[in-house]
T-cell receptor, first 115, second 119 residues
């Protein structure tokens, strides 16, 4: 089965507070991507991490890929109401055919920001 | 940027009928497309990997005879839900992987999804 877990499952924060979601895979990942899905919408690509220990920033968002390439985190500084949505990590793993890959999505963290 | 479309965006069908969902990459070629299923407030579950010109690879527990996938060209993959039942009601999302790696890795672009309701 798909084995990419995210914690927490839900998070309610006051606007201005920080938020972090953690992604853990049971196996080593080739790379990891992060997506945001608004209610009723489809996943929107945020970023991709490839290298062990890689850290990338996008304005208030900080993404990190673990040294063992089995975990990752997304940290949002000073949340805003526009940050509301579900954040998914997606780990890239080798598929069954030679040279094929597939993405396994994490369980997601649903963020609510209270104004 | 890369755009992936899905058609239809929503469909209601009667139990026992079949429904075809199309996934198109509009401005790039996609040798590989992925089909996901998402239940309300849950994650995306990979159903199958569709490779152009070859048979799809299905994930464990997904019935290949029920969910027929055809990837006839580098820009089109279709998912047909055969003999649909109410439990097949879900949000089906496709994604397409760019033909050429970007920066040494592949990027994945999602379609807007198709909401299927079986009555």
């Amino acid at each position: 089965g798909q084995q990419v877990m995210q914690i927490p499952q839900y998070q309610h924060v006051q606007e201005g507070e920080d938020f972090t979601t953690y992604c853990n895979s049971s196996t080593t990942l080739s790379n990891i991507q992060w997506y945001k899905q608004r209610p009723g919408g489809h996943p929107v690509f945020l970023i991709q991490l490839v290298k062990s220990g890689e850290v990338k920033k996008q304005k208030r968002l900080t993404f990190q890929f673990g040294e063992a390439k089995k975990n990752s985190s997304l940290h949002i500084t000073a949340t805003q109401t526009t940050d509301v949505g579900t954040y998914f990590c997606a780990g890239m793993r080798e598929g069954t055919g030679s040279g094929t890959y597939k993405y396994i999505f994490g369980t997601g963290t649903r963020l609510k920001v209270l104004a | 940027g890369a755009v992936v479309s899905q058609h239809p965006s929503w469909v209601i069908c009667k139990s026992g009928t079949s429904v075809k969902i199309e996934c198109r990459s509009l401005d790039f070629q996609a040798t590989t497309m992925f089909w996901y299923r998402q239940f309300p407030k849950q994650s995306l579950m990979l159903m199958a990997t569709s490779n152009e010109g070859s048979k799809a690879t299905y994930e464990q527990g997904v019935e290949k005879d029920k969910f027929l996938i055809n990837h006839a060209s580098l820009t089109l993959s279709t998912l047909t839900v055969t003999s649909a039942h109410p439990e097949d009601s879900s949000f089906y999302i496709c994604s397409a992987r760019a033909h050429r790696p970007s920066g040494g890795t592949y990027e994945q672009y999602f379609g807007p999804g198709t909401r299927l309701t079986v009555t």
